[in-house]
């Protein structure tokens, strides 16, 4: 016993217990807005003023600029609230201006997106999507390598003030255990450490 436990505790077996309390199974059921982030794209209809529609990145630093539009930020707000500031611009030129905004491509600000660390296949970030789940997540970085402990790793909740949860990659990858599946939230940061052998 005494050897299976010493096993156990150096390869990060999740059985005997973790320094973490487990991830909840879901989130708290709010609304979800889309905030714009920088490298997001964004589609601006002028409704009857075709010649004001175009289609605009947003840049580093979290603005866009188009023509008769000053420089205006756009980082950290909802598509409708880009085109209300579009319209409010756009009414110095046009008479009642109707801008909608689209995104069309989806990255979303750094506040919110998905960090994967550590023994992931392929180690990125990820744009969040509402209703994501851990093996949503997984299966975006291809899975565990064959050196990652995955039953010891971990999500850091910045939503929650760096609360840490444990989860059973392991488990749920190799496995097929879906109840290691849980919900994802803006921001959080899977911490996927490596075996010690």
Known sequence: ???????C??????????TYPPAPASTSAQDYSYIIGAGDNLNIQVWRNPELSMSVPVRPDG????PLVDEIVVQGKTSVQVARDVEQQLSKYVRDPVVTVIVTNFVG????Q?????????PQFLAFKQKMSLLDVMIAVGGLTDFAAGNSATILRTAEG??????????????????????????????????LF
């Open 9 to 18: 505790t150096l390869a990060g077996c999740s059985s005997f217990g973790s």
């Open 63 to 66: 603005k866009i600029a188009a």
């Open 109 to 112: 600000p750094y506040s919110e």
């Open 114 to 122: 998905i960090r994967v660390v550590g023994e992931a296949a392929k």
């Open 1 to 7: 016993m005494l050897l299976l436990l010493t096993v």
């Open 162 to 195: 760096n609360q840490q949860y444990s989860v059973r990659l392991k488990d749920l990858i190799k496995r097929g255990d879906v109840s290691a599946n849980v919900e994802m939230r803006p921001g959080d940061i899977l911490i996927i450490p490596q075996s």
